[in-house]
C-alpha cells in the first residue's frame, strides 16, 4: 500500500553531472518515498534505459514512468518503446505506466497514464515559426513536410487520447481519486511560459488538446470522482483547476537540476 510518493519531471539526467546525481538520489532516499513517479524527459533514446536501471537500483522502491520526447531523441519512437517495453519485463520495478492500463495505489485510488505528445491542435500551428529539435532528431518526425508533420502529430495525440478514454472509464467507475501521469500539459492553462500561458507560437508544441478533452469530458460527467494531473515538458511550474475536481500539476525544470517536485501524500 502507498502512502508517500515522490513526483519528479524532465529530470533530463544526461544534462547532470555526477555529484549533482549523487544530491538528487540523497533527496530521494531521505524523504523515505514507498514509489516515484516520473513524467518523462529521462533521458535521450540512447541512455533513458541506463538511467531508468540505475535510479531503479539505487532508489530501491517502485519506479513509475512515462516517457517523455527527449527520450526518443536520437532513435525512434517506435524501437525505444518496444526496448522500454522488454527492459520493464526483465526488471522489477521499473512500471512503464504507459501500457499497464488501470493501477490501484489505495483501495479507493488509481494510477493510470501516457507519454503522449503535443499534437498541434492548441494555438496556431500553421502560422508557428517553431522548430523543436523533436523533428530533427525523432526518426518519424523527421524530414517531414510542416504539414506531413501535423498529420503525425494529430496521430501522436489521439493515441494517447484513445488508450485514456478506455482506461479512464474503467477507473471512473470503480475509484473516487484518479491520478493520471502524462509528459504533456493537455490544457493551455497548464501551459505556461514566462508566467503566463504560452502564445499561439508554442502552445501547438506544448500542449495534447485531445488528451484535454477526454479528461474535461470524462471528470464533467463524474463530478464525484477527482482526477490529480501531473506531467512536465514546458518546464515551467503551474497549478490550475480545470474543473472542481480535475487539478493539473505541470513541473518546473531547470537542465543538470533534477529536483523532487512534490510528495503526495495517500
Ligand atoms: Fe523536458
Ligand atoms: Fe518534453
Known amino acids: 500500500m502507498f502512502k508517500r510518493i515522490g513526483w519528479c519531471t524532465d529530470i533530463h539526467l544526461d544534462f547532470v553531472e555526477y555529484s549533482v546525481y549523487r544530491e538528487f538520489i540523497s533527496a530521494i532516499l531521505k524523504a523515505k518515498l514507498d514509489a516515484i513517479f516520473i513524467t518523462g524527459d529521462i ?17 530501491g522502491i ?30 522489477p520495478g521499473l512500471i512503464w505506466v504507459t501500457i499497464k492500463g488501470v493501477m490501484e ?17 492548441l494555438g496556431n500551428y500553421r502560422d508557428s515559426g517553431v522548430m523543436l529539435n523533436d523533428y530533427l532528431h525523432i526518426k518519424e518526425l523527421s524530414n ?15 493515441e ?3 488508450y485514456l478514454s478506455y482506461f479512464l472509464s474503467r477507473a471512473l467507475e470503480n475509484y473516487d481519486h484518479i491520478i493520471f501521469m502524462t509528459h504533456v500539459p493537455p490544457f493551455k492553462e497548464a501551459c505556461l511560459y514566462d508566467g503566463r500561458v504560452a502564445n499561439d507560437d508554442w502552445l501547438p508544441h506544448f500542449s495534447c488538446k485531445a488528451v484535454g478533452d477526454v479528461l474535461y469530458q470524462g471528470m464533467i460527467n463524474n463530478q464525484y ?15 490550475v483547476d480545470i474543473l472542481p475536481n480535475l487539478r493539473v500539476k505541470t513541473g518546473a525544470a531547470e537542465y543538470g537540476r533534477p529536483v523532487l517536485q512534490e510528495v503526495i501524500c495517500l
Do not use: M
Open 43 to 59: 533521458g535521450n533514446a540512447d541512455s533513458v534505459d541506463f538511467y531508468l536501471q540505475q535510479l531503479c537500483k539505487e532508489i
Open 105 to 121: 495505489l489505495t483501495p479507493n485510488t488509481v494510477l493510470l497514464g501516457h507519454d503522449s505528445w503535443a499534437d498541434g491542435r
Open 160 to 162: 494517447a487520447a484513445d
Open 225 to 239: 470522482v477527482d482526477a490529480l494531473i501531473l506531467c512536465g515538458h514546458t518546464h515551467t511550474r503551474a497549478e
Open 62 to 91: 517502485p519506479v513509475y514512468f512515462v516517457l517523455g520526447n527527449h527520450d526518443f531523441y536520437r532513435g525512434s519512437i517506435r524501437e525505444t518503446r518496444k526496448r522500454i517495453s522488454n527492459l520493464c519485463q526483465k526488471t
Open 144 to 158: 517531414l513536410t510542416k504539414n506531413e508533420r501535423l498529420k503525425r502529430l494529430h496521430k501522436l495525440g489521439d
